[in-house]
Structure formats: structure tokens, C-alpha cells
């Protein structure tokens, strides 16, 4: 299909030229006498390109070129001019956004090698566009996956549990997942080097070996792990921290790969808050890495808060200090002073945290 352009110049032996011009290449012309004249044809046709003499009586080039990318911001604009002033091309380069600007006289292949390669950097330009928007839908819609497999809340007579979910950028690098049984209570936070697509897809790939629905041994399950990302040679590190407890004889037992934040907010006023987790080489460092683990005798009503992030010093040390005033806070009391501190922060990562009150003495 042949390109058109739109040509406006209030001289016509000036528009019979430039349509021989054309014509003779197959780009087709429409030709105008005044920028009004152009302006109406803008509104009920499209055109690949726009060409405007800057001299017309009644409205100079620049003032329709403007006007023109109003009514089609995205069509080429080149402006043809005998008077060459260098606060001229400023302003049509800066004011109006113009494409091209073009001397009288001209040469017909110039002018004709720059109209098509205007046109096609046009073009190429859209197909990046569409490609991009592409893109962005289908980060969209991987996000709203990632959302909706988000574990659903558990309130029962043994454990209350959720979570907090807030990336970066659409997607997150972290896996926050819970699962809960007759008689125990699983949790994996999962957080992959960096963020966005690529941290997304490391996760992903990660979030499938996960089953929490079985018996989890979390030292035996760390270690497996661990290998098989080292044998694979990826190029990620992961820091994690997992759990499991046994109603039965009331014990978490949590194995970490590097340090996040994770704490034990005792309900007994005496005891202070603790911060668990005995940390570990992240994840896919080295072959055959050894991960200690850590028991907890938990308590009714005692809340547990566990962060895909190892915060700073000082944002630690604020993050206590909250903690400290949260005790027999009911869960979601818990989880929305803990949220609006996360708001608080300067963002640079992926947050996700898995909380939940063991054994409550009423259901939150």
C-alpha cells in the first residue's frame, strides 16, 4: 500500500511541484492552499506523513503543525522553508515537535528519501509501541497469576495465618505460601536476587518444587534444594526462610538460607521479642552447604511475623520497637501496623511476610 502525505502551501505551483514529485515514486498527495483547508482534512482523513510551508498568509507552519499534532499527535511533521533562522528551528524543534526541517529549494530525492525514511522510522516506532504494549499486558496478567495463587487466609482453632504481598514493580520476585493441615502448619518466603521479570521467573520456577500440603523436614528439604540450584548452575541466589510446626507437641522449626527478618512476638509480656532464624549460605552458592535448623516451643496466642527481606540496621531496629507494642494484638491488627510501616519505607525491593497467632484464644 502506497504512503500518503498531506501537503499545505499557499502557493500552487509549489503543490504542483511537490505532487509531480510524489507521484512519480507512488506516494500519494493531498494538497491544501491554506492551513484551514489542511486542518479539516486532518480531521476526516489519516495520513502517513505532513508537510507544511512555514510562510502562509493567514496561519503561519508552525502554528498548523501545532495544531496538527493535536489532531494526530503521532503523524510525521516536516516543515518546508525559503528563510532559514536558526531561533526558527529552535522553536520548531522545541514549541511544535517537528519531525524534519526541510529548505527551499529542495532536492526531489532528498525530500523523497526523507519522507520515506520519516515515515518508516514512523513506522518502526509503532511496532515497538504495539510490541510494548504486548508486553506490558502480558506482565499484567502474570502479575494478577502471581496474585491470585497467593495462599487464602487460615482461621481455625489451632493457627490464624496470612500474609503480605507488595512488589516492587508488577512482578515480584518473592514466593510467600502457608499450608495447614490436621496436624501441622508449613510455610515457605522465598526471596530471589533482584526484582521484576527475570526475579519473577526465578520464583516461579523455585515456587514449583514447593509442596506444603506433606510432612516438610526443612534441613533435609533446604539442603536438596540448594544442590540441585548449584548442579544447575543458576546464575540466582535465593535467601529463604522455612517452617513447619507440629500441633501435636507445639514446635516450630524453621531452617534459613541467609538471614531475612523473622520474629516470635511471645504472648507473655515477660518474654521479649525474638528474632529467630540462625541464617545459612543463600541458596544456589555452593554444593553441599549444610543448614542448621531452630526449635521453638510456642505458646496460645503467641504471633509470629517472618519477612522475604533482611532489612537494614535501622529499619530493624524500628521494625522492634513496633513489634515490641504489638503483643495480644489481634492478627490483622498486627499485619496492618506492620503493612503501613512497609508503606513508610523507601521501596527498593520486593516485600512480602508471612504472619500468624498460634493456638488463639479467640479466632481473629
Known amino acids: 500500500m502506497s504512503a500518503s502525505v498531506l501537503i499545505v ?22 494538497l491544501c492552499t491554506s492551513a484551514k483547508q489542511a486542518a479539516a482534512c486532518l480531521v476526516k482523513n489519516n495520513y502517513d506523513c505532513i508537510i507544511s510551508d512555514y510562510k502562509m498568509p493567514d496561519m503561519d507552519g508552525l502554528e498548523f503543525l501545532e495544531i496538527a499534532s493535536e489532531i494526530t499527535s503521532s503523524t510525521p511533521r516536516l516543515l518546508l522553508s525559503g528563510h532559514v533562522d536558526c531561533e526558527l528551528l529552535e522553536k520548531a524543534i522545541n514549541d511544535c515537535n517537528i519531525d524534519r526541517f526541510l529548505n527551499k529549494p529542495w532536492s526531489n530525492e532528498e525530500l523523497i528519501e526523507i519522507v520515506r525514511s520519516t515515515i518508516s522510522m ?4 509503532d511496532d515497538h509501541k504495539s510490541e510494548l504494549a ?19 487466609p487460615v482461621d481455625n482453632s489451632a493457627i490464624v495465618a496470612d500474609l503480605l504481598f507488595k512488589p516492587l514493580n508488577e512482578l515480584s520476585g518473592d514466593v510467600v ?5 490436621f496436624d501441622h502448619f508449613n510455610f515457605a518466603i522465598f526471596d530471589s536476587a533482584g526484582n ?21 523436614d526443612p534441613k533435609v528439604f533446604t539442603e536438596a534444594l540448594n544442590n540441585r540450584y548449584v548442579a544447575d548452575a543458576s546464575r540466582n541466589l535465593f535467601t529463604m526462610s ?38 545459612g549460605m543463600p541458596i544456589g552458592y555452593s554444593m553441599n552447604e549444610a543448614y542448621d535448623v531452630q526449635q521453638v516451643h510456642l505458646a496460645h496466642d503467641d504471633c ?16 522492634e520497637q513496633l513489634l515490641s507494642k504489638a503483643r495480644r494484638r489481634r492478627l490483622q ?20 511476610a508471612v504472619f500468624f497467632k498460634y493456638k488463639p484464644s479467640t479466632f481473629v
Open 122 to 125: 514512523k513506522e518502526e516506532e
Open 304 to 319: 509470629f511475623v517472618g519477612f522475604s527481606e533482611n532489612f537494614t540496621e535501622n529499619d530493624t531496629e524500628t521494625l
Open 242 to 279: 522455612l517452617g513447619t510446626i507440629e500441633f501435636a507437641t507445639d514446635t516450630l522449626t524453621i531452617c534459613q538460607a541467609g538471614a531475612p527478618n523473622i520474629y516470635l512476638i511471645p504472648s507473655d509480656p515477660r518474654r521479649s521479642i525474638e528474632r529467630l532464624g540462625v541464617g
Open 177 to 181: 505460601d502457608f499450608a495447614c493441615t
Open 9 to 30: 502551501d499557499d502557493e500552487a505551483k509549489v503543490l504542483s511541484a511537490l505532487r509531480r514529485c510524489f507521484n512519480r515514486v507512488d506516494i500519494q498527495t493531498e
Open 196 to 216: 521484576g521479570t527475570v526475579a519473577a521467573m526465578e520464583a516461579y520456577a523455585m515456587h514449583k518444587q514447593i509442596d506444603l500440603r506433606g510432612d516438610l
Open 134 to 152: 504486548k508486553a506490558c499486558e502480558q506482565i499484567s496478567l502474570a502479575a494478577a497469576h502471581q496474585a491470585a495463587n497467593l495462599p487464602n
Open 333 to 352: 491488627e498486627l499485619k496492618n501496623e506492620i503493612t503501613q510501616w512497609c508503606d513508610s519505607l523507601v521501596q527498593t525491593d520486593d516485600i512480602s
